[in-house]
T-cell receptor, first 111, second 114 residues
Framework: ELKVEQNPLFLSMQEGKNYTIYCNYS?????LYWYRQDPGKSLESLFV?????AVKQEGRLMASLDTKARLSTLHITAAVHDLSATYFC???????????FGTGTRLKVLA | AAGVIQSPRHLIKEKRETATLKCYPI?????VYWYQQGPGQDPQFLIS???????DKGSIPDRFSAQQFSDYHSELNMSSLELGDSALYFC?????????????FGPGTRLTVL
């Protein structure tokens, strides 16, 4: 059974600092996704990572994928308050339609 | 651009009542997914449909059923509601019928069971 774990679960950081969120998954997967969710809101797609070594960047966020290590990272550069949200990674269990979400990382950027 | 539409946005029910949630996918999208997200929890996959047929099933209780109609909209029917069913229910849609297609999420229906 595919399991997805994120760490840290909670992250409080100062504006201007850098940090990385980690997403580990237990079995092979076709793709890995990163989502952002604001409190009480829906999920917003951030990145889709397709292959080993894939790296994508949007603004202050950069995501990478290492399929051999079954690890994805979401790196935050020079955090700003607007990045405060919960970030989820999700993987598709190979051969199924099941998106398995990680536990989420609740990020709070302090001014 | 048109997005996924869910209705109602909020729903309050009593225990043992029934509820029906509706999802209207992005036009031309043929695949629909349902998720349940409890307070402070990660989304849990419930069920998916491709071209009106069930394509996969997750942790959906037997009290719940769902279907996709000829116009590709989907309905999630929930019976004998329990307090633990209180959650945000998301629908997502995609085009192509492959499990790796990018999903687009609706705004969610917040169900409260009293």
């Amino acid at each position: 059974e595919l399991k997805v774990e994120q760490n840290p679960l909670f992250l409080s950081m100062q504006e201007g600092k850098n940090y990385t969120i980690y997403c580990n998954y237990s079995t092979t997967s076709d793709r890995l996704y990163w989502y952002r969710q604001d409190p009480g809101k829906s999920l917003e797609s951030l990145f889709v990572l397709l292959s080993n070594g894939a790296v994508k960047q949007e603004g202050r966020l950069m995501a990478s994928l290492d399929t051999k290590a079954r690890l994805s990272t979401l790196h935050i550069t020079a955090a700003v308050h607007d990045l405060s949200a919960t970030y989820f990674c999700a993987v598709v269990s190979s051969g199924t339609y099941k998106y398995i979400f990680g536990t989420g990382t609740r990020l709070k950027v302090l001014a | 651009a048109a997005g996924v539409i869910q209705s109602p946005r909020h729903l309050i029910k009593e225990k043992r009542e029934t509820a029906t949630l509706k999802c209207y996918p992005i036009p031309r999208h043929d695949t629909v997914y349902w998720y349940q997200q409890g307070p402070g929890q990660d989304p849990q996959f419930l069920i998916s449909f491709y071209e009106k047929m069930q394509s996969d099933k997750g942790s959906i209780p037997d009290r719940f059923s769902a279907q996709q109609f000829s116009d590709y909209h989907s309905e999630l029917n929930m019976s004998s509601l329990e307090l633990g069913d209180s959650a945000l229910y998301f629908c997502a849609s995609s085009l192509g019928g492959r499990p790796t297609d990018t999903q687009y999420f609706g705004p969610g229906t917040r169900l409260t069971v009293l």
